[in-house]
Every structure is written in structure tokens, then in C-alpha cells.
């Protein structure tokens, strides 16, 4: 006869034992007809391999109770360029890696922009509102999620791991997995995202700089042009990021600190003096952290 029980689940523990009143776990309970007539032998054989069977069972449902779950889904916060928060879980994107958020790579033309912050905010934008899907594969030293992630749009699921690396936002992890490789190597050839440029690995990145991927990031520093740059008349050059034209910090006459990016409205019209303390960066998410606000228009 298969033994009885009770378990309860709950949201933030993996098993809880019922309360006293109903069968307890870990204690199978065995009823015997009462019509049928065996020897005391017998009934004591039966009644081993019940207990028996109930224990096995109880451990199986136990060791299943406690497992991670496979897919954790729901509204993401952006952490950096390849780690995600859903629900309170940290998820760290299986087999690519992206530039640390105090990383700065080489442009085209050889000036440094903080292409940690550029894949931060790119993946912002892909995610969006959208909801985000991660299949959980293992769980790292960090505690973290170990998943492939994915979005569903207008055109169907897409997977974020892939996009990360085919847009040049990321690398093939290649110490942990080989099936982004491919895809890094069309985003070389392509000069996409760090590719156009010059960068350092991530991972080579936080060994030069005594930094493993669950410590403090650092502030990031406003771009500014290279030296000797030709200033046109009414203001200074704007510089070329990753992403594209650079965000215009602007200090108004009241002395409010304005970042106008290259869709705004007023972009065009706003001259950057950096003498005077204006800025140009290369995401918002670096002109905020400087103190700067968007612009309204």
C-alpha cells in the first residue's frame, strides 16, 4: 500500500512540513485489510517494505523540493550588459560576456568611450517592457542564474544571449561555453559594437583590475574629444560613440545641467563649451550618474 502525506510549499522556502494534524512528512502511513489474514511474519515483511517504500519516496520529493527552478520569468531590471534581476533572482546570461560597466573601449578612430555603459544601455532598450523569459541552466559561485533569456515581440521569441554577442555588446564566454563562438566571429568580420574598435576581454579586464563580477562598479567618466580637436564655430566637436553621435550635456542659463540626446528635439540647435563645464557622453546612463537630467523635448 503506498504511503500518505502531506507537503506544503510556500513562496521563499523549498518545502515545509504540514502541521500537526495531517500525516506528517517523512512518516508513511500503512493500512492493512483487515479481512485478509496472514501470518505474523508475513504482516511484519509487508509492513518493512511499505516503511521501506514510504522513506524512498519521501527522499525523492524531498531532493525534487529543493531543486532550482527551470524558468524564472517576468519584468527585468538591467543590471549591466549580461546580468539580469527578475523577481528578486540575479541571472547572469549563459555563454557570453559582456564589457564591465567601468570598462572603456577604443572607437574607430582610437577615443575611448565606456562601452560597458554602451551594452548596459542597448540591452535596456531591447528588453524594453517586454517581459523576459530565463531558462535556467546552472548557478554560479556568485549565486546567480546561470540562463539562456529571451523576449517575445511582434515576431516572435528572440533570444537575448544571441543578440548580445551578434551585435558586438558581448563576447562568446568561450571558458564556459563554445556556442556563441559563430556568432562572435560574424560580429568581427562585421565590425559590430566593440568590434569596431580596440577592447580588452571582460574577463582579462577584471583580472587587470582586481575586480571579480559581483564587486563595487566604478564611476564612469564623461567622454570628451581627443586633444587637438578643431572646435567648429559656437561650440566643440561632437564626438562619434559606439552607439553613434554622442549625448550633448548642456548647463543652462539657470545653471540646470540638460543632456539632449541625437533624436531630441533640440540636439541640433544645442552647442556643447566644454571650458565651461558641459559634457558629452556616450549613454545616458553615464550623463545621469554625472547629474545631469534629460532633456523634456
Same mark, same amino acid.
Given at each position: ?21 495531517? &500525516? ?20 511484519? *515483511? &509487508?509492513? $518493512?517494505?511499505?516503511?521501506?517504500? @514510504?522513506?524512498? =519516496?519521501?527522499?525523492?520529493?524531498? *531532493? ?13 531590471? /538591467? ?14 546570461? %549563459? ?5 564591465? =560597466? ?5 572607437? &574607430? #578612430? ?22 523576459? =523569459?530565463?531558462? !535556467?541552466?546552472?548557478?554560479?559561485? %556568485? ?24 551585435? @558586438? %555588446?558581448? !563576447?562568446? %564566454? ?35 583590475? #582586481?575586480?571579480?563580477? *559581483? $564587486?563595487? /562598479?566604478? &564611476? ?6 581627443? +586633444? ?19 549625448? #550633448? ?12 540626446? +541625437?533624436? $531630441?528635439?533640440?540636439?541640433?540647435? !544645442? ?7 558641459? #559634457? ?10 554625472? $547629474? ?6
Amino acid at each position: 500500500m503506498a504511503p500518505t502525506m502531506q507537503v506544503t510549499r510556500s513562496k521563499h522556502t523549498a518545502t515545509g512540513i504540514a502541521p500537526r494534524g495531517r &500525516a506528517p512528512a517523512f512518516r508513511p502511513v500503512c493500512r492493512f485489510a483487515q479481512e485478509h489474514q496472514s501470518s505474523i511474519a508475513n504482516a511484519a *515483511s &509487508a509492513a $518493512g517494505r511499505t516503511i521501506l517504500a @514510504g522513506f524512498a =519516496s519521501c527522499i525523492v520529493l524531498a *531532493s525534487g523540493a529543493v531543486a532550482a527552478p527551470t524558468v524564472i520569468e517576468g519584468r527585468a531590471r /538591467v543590471v549591466d550588459g549580461d546580468t539580469l534581476v527578475i523577481n528578486g533572482e540575479r541571472i547572469r546570461f %549563459y555563454g557570453v560576456d559582456a564589457p564591465e =560597466s567601468a570598462q572603456q573601449c577604443q572607437d &574607430a #578612430k582610437g577615443a575611448q568611450y565606456p562601452c560597458g555603459l554602451v551594452s548596459k544601455d542597448a540591452l535596456e532598450k531591447k528588453i524594453g517592457s517586454s517581459s523576459v =523569459s530565463c531558462d !535556467v541552466k546552472n548557478t554560479d559561485m %556568485y549565486g546567480r542564474s546561470v540562463s539562456v533569456c529571451a523576449i517575445k515581440g511582434l515576431t516572435g521569441t528572440e533570444e537575448l544571449n544571441s543578440w548580445l554577442v551578434s551585435n @558586438g %555588446y558581448a !563576447v562568446a %564566454y568561450r571558458q564556459y561555453s563554445k556556442d556563441y563562438i559563430p556568432l562572435e566571429d560574424a560580429a568581427h568580420a562585421a565590425n559590430k559594437g566593440i568590434w569596431a574598435g580596440q577592447f580588452q576581454v571582460p574577463s582579462e579586464w577584471r583580472k587587470a583590475n #582586481k575586480r571579480t563580477e *559581483s $564587486g563595487p /562598479v566604478q &564611476a564612469a567618466v564623461a567622454y570628451t574629444p581627443p +586633444p587637438g580637436a578643431k572646435a567648429p564655430v559656437g561650440g566643440d566637436p561632437v564626438p562619434q560613440c559606439a552607439n553613434g553621435p554622442a549625448i #550633448k550635456g548642456n548647463i543652462n542659463a539657470s545653471g540646470e545641467k540638460i543632456y539632449h540626446v +541625437p533624436s $531630441g528635439r533640440f540636439y541640433d540647435s !544645442v552647442r556643447i563649451d566644454l571650458k565651461d563645464g558641459e #559634457k558629452f557622453f556616450c549613454t545616458e546612463t553615464e550623463a545621469k550618474a554625472a $547629474g545631469w537630467r534629460a532633456s523634456a523635448q
